[in-house]
């Protein structure tokens, strides 16, 4: 009887997550220590730092998550300022850490060969399959190749991360929390470095501030997706003080969105901005959309008259009567429609461009005529000249397969909890999907895929909810 008992207690603590984090914990403590007589102290604390974050990581997958949705705003500072991401890849070290943390997840639950599908794998699959057939026949070759591979790994792991491990609510919640957490502390250091920036008169940084210096672009639609979000969840916030803790953090991380200076990402915010207003005021009446209009109308009023005049010019210079600042004004903007229109033409010249593209990647070559990477700075017009209408029929079935059950179930009985959760989601790959009209190509936009994933995980969630209760 003592044995028997004996046994299940050591199957129970072999098993349980802190028994085998506090494992991995004491081994590299262990081989950190042995480290100690070849290294200086200072190197040895910043490895028991990265140890100790390498760890929290492996025991929480939903901070896997966010990192990996984030790596490209760290990557271009490590790697001029870490020498090992100077050799190695920060993404590509970071999905491999996520990977090893789902993994470890799924160990630990023991899902490790759970069977699952879901209707938007088919699409993605087969479009995955088709650009992989179209590198036969891309004129750039190079290119071509790198950005479907690419495709392949990052922006499929972006999707089947979020799927594979959220697989309660507070995960959810978790995964939000920690992004607002981060999009705060990014935002605040950008808004200082846009007042270093106009007090030491730095043109380049109070003309596009950016966190570390990285593309405004890329900047701005990841806190722009943190931002959007927040809003979608601040209804369920019935707390005072949390409640103008993220009115706060809305106005902070919006105001870091302006000052990234681009006009894609500040179009995509407003326009599902006034999404959210609508959506939200259906239930509270037209007098609760007038005051949501009017509070964010004179937000922006606010923010537009307290910033400097250089970093608002982008986006009045249309305005102006000189001719001069409606060139600049005009220039990027008339970049992307001749782009546009080129993706176009290209997709109408020949039949089989119509039907099957000209292959990925093929738009640069067919354009610039090297094999380099350029896009339309469109997704469905990127995808509709290089992959045809078979291409972007694959994309929008994926697409179809992820919306259409996130929206009825939005109009089923819901808890609070899962309506709020869903929402925010499909706001957020709504912001995402409308700033891939704008900036950008299919790689740059595998932000995406992430809240496309999340999305299929809270499906499948609320789905198992509701089975559950039919049941009982």
Not at 437 to 455: A, C, E, H, K, M
């Amino acid at each position: 009887m003592i044995l028997e008992k004996r046994s299940v207690f050591l199957n129970y603590l072999f098993k349980s997550p802190s028994f085998l984090s506090t494992a991995f914990v004491s081994i590299l403590s262990a081989s950190l220590s042995l480290a100690f007589y070849e290294i200086s102290y200072l190197k040895s604390a910043l490895l028991m730092v990265a140890f100790s974050a390498i760890c929290a990581i492996m025991i929480s997958p939903e901070l896997a998550l966010v990192l990996s949705f984030s790596s490209g705003i760290f990557k271009e500072w490590l790697s001029t300022t870490v020498p090992i991401f100077a050799q190695f890849d920060f993404t590509i070290a970071i999905f491999l850490l996520t990977f090893a943390s789902t993994l470890f997840f799924l160990a630990r639950k023991g899902l490790v060969f759970e069977q699952f599908w879901h209707s938007s794998l088919t699409p993605l699959f087969l479009f995955t399959a088709f650009m992989l057939l179209s590198i036969l026949y891309t004129p750039s070759f190079q290119y071509g190749s790198i950005k479907t591979f690419s495709f392949m790994v990052f922006n499929w792991a972006l999707f089947l991360f979020p799927v594979l491990t959220v697989r309660d609510e507070r995960t959810a919640w978790r995964i939000i929390y920690w992004l607002v957490l981060l999009g705060c502390g990014v935002s605040l250091f950008t808004v200082l470095t846009l007042l270093r920036g106009i007090v030491e008169k730095s043109f380049l940084f109070s003309y596009r501030a950016s966190f570390l210096g990285i593309s405004p672009i890329s900047f701005a639609n990841w806190v722009g997706a943190i931002t959007v979000l927040l809003i979608s969840i601040l209804p369920q916030i019935h707390s005072k003080v949390w409640k103008r803790m993220a009115l706060f953090a809305i106005v902070l991380m919006t105001l870091s969105v302006l000052v990234a200076n681009s006009r894609g990402p500040l179009l995509s915010f407003l326009l599902t901005g006034i999404v959210i207003i609508i959506v939200r005021s259906l239930k509270s009446g037209k007098k609760q959309l007038f005051l949501w209009t009017i509070g964010a109308a004179l937000l922006l009023v606010l923010f537009f008259s307290l910033l400097p005049a250089q970093l608002t010019s982008r986006y009045t210079d249309i305005l102006e009567n000189d001719p001069g600042s409606k060139y600049f004004a005009y220039y990027t903007v008339n970049t992307r429609l001749y782009a546009w229109r080129a993706a176009f033409d290209m997709t109408f010249d020949h039949l089989k461009n119509l039907l099957v593209g000209v292959g990925t990647g093929g738009f640069s070559n067919v354009f610039y005529r090297q094999d380099t990477r350029f896009y339309p700075h469109n997704i469905f017009l990127e995808v509709i000249c290089e992959l045809g209408i078979v291409g972007l029929f694959l994309l929008s079935w994926h697409f179809l397969a992820v919306f259409r059950p996130a929206v009825r179930m939005l109009r089923s009985p819901l808890s609070d909890a899962q309506r709020t959760l869903l929402f925010a989601f499909l706001m957020a790959a709504a912001f995402n999907i409308i700033g891939a009209q704008f900036s950008g190509d299919l790689n740059d936009n595998r932000r995406l895929w992430f809240f496309l994933g999340t999305l299929v995980a809270m499906e499948k969630l609320i789905g198992f909810s509701q089975a559950g209760s039919n049941k009982t």
